[in-house]
């Protein structure tokens, strides 16, 4: 079954995210991180990082992390289009997979930073070969500094889901 294409360009939601120094040091440690500037202010300060920064991989995480409900904007959240896409995928038994995550930065995100992110679905699309078919989910969140109103950076992510192919009848 083909994929619907036109929700390309759909809004998934916006969140609203506090960065706070707890997270991130945690987040750092979890992927190994030795840098002190994530843990440790001091550390921050003496390099001319201050208020900390987030290791550059961070907002894989941060919307779960920071985005409490009394700061949510109101609206439309249509963060269940991604499951309209990938729950009949994967109710047929398919394989999920994490393809690929990519951030672009146009500043600095620091502790302390109040993030607006909106996430749209970028693209939704196929393969397939003889045995298996795999769709492609990609979203990009723009999340943008809520005090200085810059664009921070985009977050780029794929989703796979690899399902076989039924055989003819």
Avoid: C
């Avoid at 809004?11 to 120094?21: A, C, D, Q, T």
């Avoid at 550390?43 to 985005?67: I, K, R, S, Y």
């Amino acid at each position: 079954m083909p994929v619907d294409r036109s929700v390309i360009g759909s809004s998934i939601g916006v969140r609203r995210v506090v960065i706070e120094r707890g997270p991130v040091a945690v987040f750092a440690e979890a992927v190994t991180d030795g840098a002190r500037i994530y843990k440790d202010a001091r550390a921050a300060e003496d390099a001319g990082l201050l208020p900390p920064p987030v290791p550059p991989t961070f907002p894989f995480v941060m919307a779960h992390w920071g985005a409490f409900e009394e700061l949510q904007p109101d609206g439309d959240d249509r963060s269940a289009l991604v499951g309209e896409i990938l729950g009949p995928l994967l109710a047929k038994g398919g394989l999920l997979l994490h393809g690929e995550q990519e951030f672009e930065y146009f500043s600095a995100v620091r502790v302390g930073d109040t993030l607006f992110g909106e996430t749209t679905l970028a693209d939704v699309y196929e393969k397939t070969s003889p045995d298996h078919t795999m769709t492609f989910v990609v979203t990009e969140t723009l999340w943008t500094n809520e005090a200085t109103g810059a664009p921070a950076l985009v977050a780029r992510s794929n989703t796979i889901v690899r399902n076989r192919n039924e055989a003819p009848t």
